[in-house]
């Protein structure tokens, strides 16, 4: 049966590579949507290889260009973010959401609300409205897939078991660009330099993320809302050959481990194929000649976005759009050289004590909640840079 798919975010890295995916198995899929930002060039390069119904730039700006990128070719063209959701409501079997940041919340709600499959890989969704996201799949009879490394390795080794079973879980961090520098030299860190993975292919912002262990901190977070598991339960811990990507442990003591090459087209394929397995052109890993897998024990006081993390979590409510918010606009900061690589954990702690995130815990999520706590953190955010840079 062939699959209707929709791709939200499909010029940046995820959806690059959900768009490799389909074209190889191009008889398996239709496409419905596709949406993007800027780069309209290759934006209508996808909807023409991929036949798309529509393509949508989330400027109205952009609209012109990719109206004329587009000529000729059949495939409707729209602009906006109210274009984005009313392409999130065209009939479709899967749905990606790729979106980088709390932008992609709304069209994935949207997504949901038509009782579709939601591939996840926008983890400020569930950072910012965990509860939101998993009663709207309930409420309507969707799915959610995740399509973090992470979360499809735990979703994976859970299969077939029970979950109450489950007393820890434990999600693997590369350590990022300066999993090896002396702490002292963190706060001259470079741009380009945060801005260089070891292991993985991503995207600017979230490689920065990977460097402060911002990403990780929000995964944290992930899988207390997608898994329903206890805070305490969750744990990090550094793995620099990035081969296993989460383990989980049972009670008897077992652990199950999920290995595979840094390469997201594993976890972008289990999601697309879901609940088959295809055959994925990833890399075999060869265990003999790779030798050994090494851990390291995160050090909270050179990675305060854990601690950070742990704080969310106890709080809930809307800290989790507290936290993501005023770490986006830190993020935009030090991309912009404001501030320095340290200084973004300092402002995403100072708009926490700010706001105080712990009283957000009896607050009803909603989606103007959401957005109106991530709007606020962003302001205060900024007020918290201009106040160090004055």
Known sequence: MVRRVTIFG?????????VDLITADRDAFEVVALTGGRNVAKLA?????????????????????????LSGSGVEVAAGSNAILEAAERPADWVMSAIVGAAGLPPGLKALEQGQTLALANKESLVTAGPLLMETARRHGATILPVDSEHSAVFQ?????????????????????????????LASATLAEASAHPNWAMGQRITIDSASLFNKALELIETREYFGVDPAMIEAIVHPESL?????????????????????????????NWPTRKT?????????????????????????????????????????????GSKERALDGFIEGRIGFLDMANVVDTVLAKTGAGSHMGREITLDAVLAADAEARRLAGEEMNRRQG
């Not at 390069?45 to 109205?60: C, D, G, K, S, Y």
């Not at 029970?162 to 300066?178: H, L, N, P, Q």
């Not at 090459?261 to 594993?266: A, G, L, S, Y």
């Not at 890399?283 to 050090?299: H, M, S, V």
């Open 10 to 18: 499909s010029t940046g890295s995820v959806g690059c590579n959900t």
């Open 45 to 69: 390069r996808q909807a023409r290889e991929l036949n798309a119904e529509i393509a949508v730039t989330a400027h109205e700006a952009c609209y012109q260009d990719l109206r004329a990128a």
């Open 157 to 185: 080794a859970l299969i077939g078991e029970d979950i109450s079973t489950v007393e820890r879980v434990i999600i693997t961090a590369s350590g990022g660009a300066f999993r090896d520098w002396p702490e002292e030299k």
């Open 244 to 272: 296993i990507h989460a383990m989980v442990g049972f009670r008897d003591g077992g652990i199950m481990a999920h290995l595979g090459p840094p390469d997201m087209r594993h976890a972008i394929g289990f999601a697309l």
């Open 280 to 324: 994925l052109p990833v890399e075999r890993l060869d265990l003999a000649a790779l030798g050994q897998l090494t851990f390291r024990e995160p050090d909270e006081d050179r990675y305060p976005a854990l601690r950070l993390a742990r704080e969310v979590m106890s709080a809930r409510g809307l800290a989790g759009a507290i936290f993501n």
